[in-house]
């Protein structure tokens, strides 16, 4: 049986917009389930509560209702946070440091030190691709270096939960394609991943479950594979299959030689299902 790393139960969150006699209902009465080792995508549209939903799994924003928990332990509860990385949407980096200034500055935050600390950033620099960049200063830094830079310190303390929000924002394609594939790397270290993100090409390539939000409602979730598939259409991969055999394929495929190679649901596209499930929010 694997192992829960996040479980949200009916979590709501309301703002009270000051001045105003107004509340705004970021998140309704949502309910996810995050297992140890899976990558998990967290999708909506602007405003739809995906950054408010990961600041509350991490204990950075209280629930109104409802609760978080992170390896069994309330989101509240500070000793929660030793088990996970965290890399915002918009970090602050002081940019006079180094790369790896930064990494050992963020190491000595989260009580390493000694050779451990200094084994952990070389190998850290080695990860993301940084170590020819790690006594340049972070000014001289490009977006996706930065953001590689991010996700080095969010993996300093050897987390087994990461929780990035927008990992690729800003980031050119070449940018994107090399934090893609650092995803694919920790995931097959076994790391639990937890993102938000637009770039629904990417989420496709990386994720093994996805949620779908709007104004705040969890709208879709589940499986990625089965979320994408196309209901009632079976396809049917056929190897060495005359010409002929396409036209009476309902008849011939038993007795025409040809060999089912396989059979499953054909799939969408992981932004079709998005644009979908989101249409009725974005009429209102």
């Known amino acids: 049986m694997s192992e829960t790393a996040v479980a949200v139960r009916g979590l709501t969150k309301i703002f009270n917009v000051p001045f105003r006699r107004e509340r705004i209902v970021a998140v309704r009465d949502l309910n996810l389930t995050v297992e140890a080792g899976q990558v998990y995508g967290l999708l909506g549209p602007n405003g739809s509560g995906k950054s408010t939903t990961l600041k509350v799994i991490l204990g950075l924003v209280s629930a109104t209702r409802g609760s978080t928990e992170i390896f069994g332990r309330r989101s509240n509860e500070v000793a929660s946070r030793n088990a996970v990385g965290f890399l915002p949407e918009n970090p602050y980096f002081y ?128 499986p990625l594979e089965k979320l994408t598939a196309i209901e009632n259409q079976i396809e049917l991969v056929l190897e060495n299959a005359p010409d002929a055999l396409m036209e009476r394929i309902a008849t011939l495929v038993r007795d025409s030689g040809a060999r089912i190679v396989e059979r499953r649901m054909p799939q969408t596209t992981l932004e079709k299902l998005f644009l979908e499930a989101t249409r009725e929010e974005r009429q209102d």
């Open 95 to 222: 940019k006079y440091l180094t790369g790896a200034e930064t990494l050992r500055f963020y190491g000595k935050l989260c009580g390493l030190g000694g050779m451990r600390l200094k084994t952990g950033v070389g190998e850290l620099l080695e990860l993301v691709g940084l170590t020819s960049a790690a006594n340049r200063r972070l000014a001289g830094y490009s977006k996706g270096m930065l953001q590689r830079i991010g996700l080095a310190q969010a993996l300093v303390q050897d987390p087994k939960l990461l929780v990035l929000d927008e990992p690729t924002a800003g980031v050119d394609p070449a940018g994107s394609r090399e934090i893609r594939d650092l995803l694919l790397n920790l995931k097959g270290r076994g790391i639990t991943i937890l993102l938000s993100s637009h770039l629904l090409s990417q989420v496709q390539e990386v994720c093994d479950r996805v949620g779908i939000l709007a104004r705040g409602v969890l709208v879709r979730e589940g």
